[in-house]
Every structure is written in C-alpha cells, then in structure tokens.
C-alpha cells in the first residue's frame, strides 16, 4: 500500500533549503502527481489518499512524517516546524495498521533522512533531523532487533537525496554527499556525476520509479538490468522533492 496525499496550492510557499525558489506550476505539479499515484498503481500499489491539506506547503511529501517497519510506526517531528502540523493525519490512518510510537521534541527527524536496508537503519543527520532524534528511533526500534547507525549529509535535503536502496541489499548514492564507505557492506552503483541529484530512486518490488531529469544515471541503472519507470516530476523537484519523499509504503 502507498500512502499520498494531494498537491496543495500552497506549494509555491513550499520550505527551501539547498535550491533558489522558483515558480511552481501548479497544474503541471497535480499532472506530474497523478502520473506518480498512477506508477505505484501499475506495480501492484494500493493507493489511499490522505485528506488533502491545502494549506500546508509540503504536505504533498508524506514520507517526512512517518517511518514504517513491518512491526510498527514512528511518527516523526520534523525539523521544520511548518511540518509539523501534517503528522496528525498520518497517525490516525497509519494506527489503524500498524503499533504507533513518536519521536517527540527536542528530538526533530524527516522520514526522508532514514534509509532502513534490512535490520540497519541508516538516518541522516541533516538540517531536518538531529541526534536526539536519532536516539529516540534507536531506543524505539532496538527491541524489534534492528540497529540504528547516524549519517552525516552534506549538500543536500535528506540522507535519501544522497542514497536510496534500489536491490537487497544494494544502493544507488553519490559519493559527494555522504560518505560511501558507511554502506561498505552493500553493493553500492554510484550516480553519474554530471547529475548529483540522481541517487533518490522509489523501489516497488524489483523496479525503481525514477526522474526522467536523471538520463545518464538511468541509462546505467538500466545497464545493471534494473526495470526503470522513468516519470517527469520537475515541478515537483524545484520543492526539493524526489520520488521517495510522495509517498508512504506500507
């Protein structure tokens, strides 16, 4: 199942923290968003659509607001406080499926700073997500067998704007944003790097949806015999987002 909710109109007043602001086109965003919702359709994704939120700006990128193990939930505290009012929501519909527990203040953590691959779970610490953060997902996840293991980022949003898990036990990531030897024990592809924002890929199964703004490392992706969707979602980047960040999977 893929969690999404609708692109607000509020968008264009969407938090920035690496790119300069640019306009928005809202109607291509809704376009590019549907083109999305319909990709995880086609791989076998159910789709529940959360209430939409007009006036809440990135509210479109569901994935900062929670993190789902096949055991529970972790309703995050995001690092920018216009955020934080999306989580309310999220928890009312992931309680009906899965054991909830939270990361409360001072500890602040974006779903999209963590990457679990298996029992480790690798979590960004960003501008969204800080150490206090961390240690409470650590503590939360320790007795379901799972290890936490921090991530500093550099030059970019998220922890998944730099790597992102596209095989068991594999992951796509670049090199200038987070430091390659911390996933030693993965197979690791390394982007092209005329596109340093090219690491962020959604894996459904054995096939990545993927940005078309990304050609040369799709083209290796493809190479390395991935099944590569490829959807425009340009809009929706100039917000910071990348193909992860619009949904939940459960």
Wanted: proline letters at 7%.
């Amino acid at each position: 199942m893929a969690i999404t909710r609708a692109v607000p109109p509020s968008i264009t007043s969407c938090e920035l923290t690496h790119l300069e602001r640019r306009r928005i086109n809202f109607n291509r965003a809704v376009e590019q968003h549907t083109a999305y919702e319909r990709a995880l359709e086609d791989l076998g994704c159910s789709v529940v659509r959360l209430p939409a939120t007009p006036d809440l700006p990135d509210s479109v990128f569901v994935e900062d607001t929670a993190v789902v193990l096949p055991e529970l939930a972790i309703i995050t505290h995001p690092g920018a406080p216009s955020r934080r009012p999306e989580t309310k929501s999220v928890a009312e519909e992931l309680h009906s499926r899965r054991p909830v527990a939270f990361i409360r203040d001072p500890g602040t953590m974006d779903g999209g700073d963590v990457l679990r691959v298996g029992k480790q779970i690798y979590v960004g610490n960003s501008s969204r997500t800080n150490m206090d953060g961390i240690s409470q997902l650590a503590k939360i996840v320790f007795p379901l067998g799972y290890t936490v293991r921090a991530v500093t980022v550099t030059g970019c949003l998220h922890l998944k704007s730099a790597v992102a898990e596209i095989a068991d036990n594999t992951v796509l990531l670049n090199p200038a944003y987070v430091d390659p030897d911390l996933f030693s024990d993965l197979d690791r592809i390394e982007i092209d790097a005329s596109e340093p924002d090219a690491a962020n890929a959604l894996r459904i199964g054995d096939s990545l949806i993927y940005p078309t703004a990304f050609p040369a490392t799709g083209g290796l992706l493809a190479k390395h015999g991935f099944d590569v969707r490829s959807i425009d979602v340009s809009e929706l980047q100039k917000a910071e987002a990348g193909v992860t960040c619009c949904s939940i999977l459960v």
